[in-house]
């Protein structure tokens, strides 16, 4: 049973508009929601991160949304930038320490 | 400040052949892990530990995995004997500890494992 969802494998946005990256998650015993970034043959890169009891954190271009009552966590890139383009790959954290990803989004930013 | 190294970081070995990674966290991490990533999924945690201890081994194929943390700092981690199916990256990452942040992993850069 997986925890946690990224339903589009793959998303292609033009240079300077919005990235919108969707993750859903099934239960509701998470402290942190997380988004990390990779790219290839490196390892993923902690990019931002939400607290279970906000609905919001913003750092630069980057926001993440927490809607918990739909289980549903969202990272927004504004505006998208080429270097942008990568697998993003959303997480979700216990205070025990555990981590559970998302199979990613590929991100493509077309100059 | 030093991140997670991995070595090696290509492997290619035949089936039922042994093969082993090496980790070395950032220092001060308390908390280990090693997560396989299979072409196309996400990372799939195998174990976690607190120090030298294992926290979360569940999902560890223990006939043919193993991993230890001798002194709290380095891991290995060894398959005997592969199988085509563990061909995948195997990504080591620190953390300070369970409850000490909010979340955060710090990989390394990954062990890429082919079985042919």
């Known amino acids: 049973d997986q925890q946690v969802k990224q339903n589009s494998p793959s998303l292609s946005v033009q240079e300077g508009r919005i990235s919108i990256l969707n993750c859903d998650y099934t239960?509701?015993?998470?402290?942190?929601f997380l988004w990390y970034k990779k790219y290839p043959a490196e390892g993923p890169t902690f990019l931002i991160s939400?607290?279970?009891?906000?609905d919001k954190n913003e750092d630069g271009r980057f926001t993440v949304f927490l809607n918990k009552s739909a289980k549903h966590l969202s990272l927004h890139i504004v505006p998208s930038q080429p270097g942008d383009s990568a697998v993003y790959f959303c997480?979700?954290?216990?205070?025990?320490?555990?981590?559970?990803f998302g199979d990613g989004t590929t991100l493509t930013v077309k100059p | 400040e030093a991140g997670v190294a991995q070595s090696p970081r290509y492997k290619i070995i035949e089936k039922r052949q042994s093969v082993a990674f090496w980790c070395n966290p950032i220092s001060g991490h308390a908390t280990l892990y090693w997560y396989q990533q299979i072409l196309g999924q996400g990372p799939k945690l195998l174990i976690q530990f607190q120090n030298n201890g294992v926290v979360d081994d569940s999902q560890l194929p223990k006939d043919r995995f193993s991993a230890e943390r001798l002194k709290g700092v380095d891991s290995t981690l060894k398959i005997q004997p592969a199988k085509l199916e563990d061909s995948a990256v195997y990504l080591c990452a620190s953390s300070l500890g369970a409850g000490l942040n909010t979340g955060e992993l710090f990989f390394g850069e990954g062990s890429r494992l082919t079985v042919l």
């Open positions: 939400i607290s279970s009891i906000k």
């Open positions: 239960n509701s015993m998470f402290d942190y």
């Open positions: 997480a979700v954290h216990t205070n025990a320490g555990k981590s559970t």
